[in-house]
């Protein structure tokens, strides 16, 4: 069964447009949630992440939405460019120490010139 | 800071030998991870380590899958008699003595199973 899962599996956006990815999980016990970035060849990155006490968080042109009740969230790339093309992890946890990441299966964003 | 380090970058084995990767983790950084990533089942969960102490293997397939953290600047996978369906991206990742999870990864060692 995968507690985390994510949608679409890509994506295609032309530059300067906002791209929305969305992440759905099951266990009502987590309460972390960061999304993770990730280009070829290198290892996953952090980019954001949000609490489940929040319902928006938001970095530069990176904004995360948080619905507790629908146990959804959704990144949101404003502006996109070229260089934010890669594949996107959202991932989950209890927010209690060293509790491992559970993490989808990804989304892989292209942005077009 | 030189991150995360993972070696070797790639190692292809035949079926039914060993393969050892390394990881050495940040400088600091009291916890350490292993994932394996593949196209089809994404990143996987295998271990973690706190102070050297194993934490959690439920990730681990039991028979062939061994990690181990003889000290704090080093962790090991071994996987032996290596099949085909271990050819992945292995990927561990090191943090900090907090609750933020935030985890740092190495690049991963490709492991190809011929």
């Known amino acids: 069964q995968q507690q985390v899962r994510q949608s679409p599996q890509s994506l295609t956006v032309w530059e300067g447009e906002t791209a929305i990815l969305n992440c759905s999980y099951e266990?009502?016990?987590?309460?972390?949630f960061p999304w993770y970035q990730q280009f070829p060849g290198e290892g996953p990155a952090l980019l954001i992440a949000?609490?489940?006490?929040?319902d928006k968080k938001e970095d530069g042109g990176f904004t995360i939405f948080f619905n507790k009740r629908e146990k959804n969230l959704s990144l949101h790339i404003k502006d996109s460019q070229p260089g934010d093309s890669a594949t996107y992890f959202c991932?989950?946890?209890?927010?209690?120490?060293?509790?491992?990441?559970?993490f989808g299966k990804g989304t892989v964003l292209l942005v077009s010139p | 800071n030189a991150g995360v380090i993972q070696t070797p970058r790639h190692k292809v084995t035949g079926k039914g030998q060993e393969a050892t990767l390394w990881c050495e983790p940040i400088?600091?950084?009291?916890?350490v991870f292993w994932y394996r990533q593949t196209i089809v089942q994404g990143l996987e969960f295998l271990t973690y380590?706190?102070?050297?102490?194993?934490?959690?293997d439920s990730g681990m397939p039991k028979e062939r899958f061994s990690a181990q953290m003889p000290n704090q600047s080093h962790s090991t996978l071994k996987i032996q008699s290596t099949q085909p369906q271990d050819s992945a991206v292995y990927l561990c990742?090191?943090?900090?003595?907090?609750?933020?999870?935030?985890?740092?990864f190495g690049a991963g060692t490709r492991l190809s199973v011929l």
């Open positions: 990742a090191s943090s900090r003595d907090n609750s933020q999870n935030t985890l740092y």
């Open positions: 949000i609490r489940s006490v929040s």
């Open positions: 400088s600091g950084h009291s916890a």
């Open positions: 266990n009502s016990a987590f309460d972390y």
């Open positions: 380590f706190r102070n050297q102490a194993p934490i959690d």
């Open positions: 991932a989950a946890s209890r927010d209690s120490g060293y509790n491992k990441l559970t």
